[in-house]
């Protein structure tokens, strides 16, 4: 999806899912300023990320075992609480002019990541040892890069 971005201009997510900083999201935490909040909201995408590459992996495909969540400054999306606090649908695909920045994975995580999507299913069911290996992998701090680094970015990997 990310080499897609490049190549495209735009990113269509997977169903127009995408996460933010909602009121859902806000109400969830008894305290926390807008970058604590923000920060919430893109661990909640960096575990969408980790069942994205499931997905793909399950149907054959060679991926990455990198997370990547693309940050954007988006107006115009639906609430969805009814599947997380933090979980919007967007109306249409991202341009690249609203991508503010995009995270990643260094290469050090991979095989975190790697064990982590084994078992995100068993952690969402709330397998304690499956939701340890999923906290091995976000012990790893997503790298932030500027949109137009990218290009750079996915020649390097």
């Known amino acids: 999806m990310l080499r897609q971005l490049v190549e495209d201009k735009q990113l269509q997510p997977l169903s127009g899912t995408a996460f933010a900083l909602t009121p859902?999201?806000?109400?969830?935490?008894?305290?926390?300023?807008?970058?604590?909040?923000?920060?919430?909201?893109?661990?909640?995408?960096?575990?969408a990320s980790l069942r994205l590459i499931a997905s793909e992996q399950s149907e054959g495909e060679?991926?990455?075992?990198?997370?990547v969540v693309v940050s954007a400054d988006v107006e115009d999306v639906t609430l969805r609480p009814d599947l997380d606090h933090a979980v919007v649908r967007?109306?249409?695909?991202?341009?690249?002019?609203?991508?503010?920045?995009?995270h990643v994975d260094s290469a050090d995580a991979e095989e975190a990541v790697?064990?982590?999507?084994?078992?995100?299913?068993?952690?969402?069911?709330g397998d304690p040892d499956a939701d340890f290996t999923l906290g091995e992998a976000e012990d790893h701090e997503?790298?932030?890069?500027?949109?137009?680094?990218?290009?750079?970015?996915?020649e390097l990997m």
């Open 24 to 47: 859902a999201l806000r109400e969830s935490y008894a305290s926390g300023d807008t970058e604590e909040l923000e920060y919430a909201a893109m661990r909640e995408a960096s575990r």
């Open 62 to 67: 060679k991926t990455e075992s990198r997370r």
């Open 90 to 102: 967007l109306s249409g695909p991202v341009p690249w002019k609203k991508v503010a920045a995009v």
């Open 114 to 125: 790697r064990n982590a999507v084994e078992v995100i299913d068993a952690a969402d069911l």
């Open 142 to 154: 997503l790298a932030w890069y500027a949109p137009q680094e990218v290009p750079f970015l996915l």
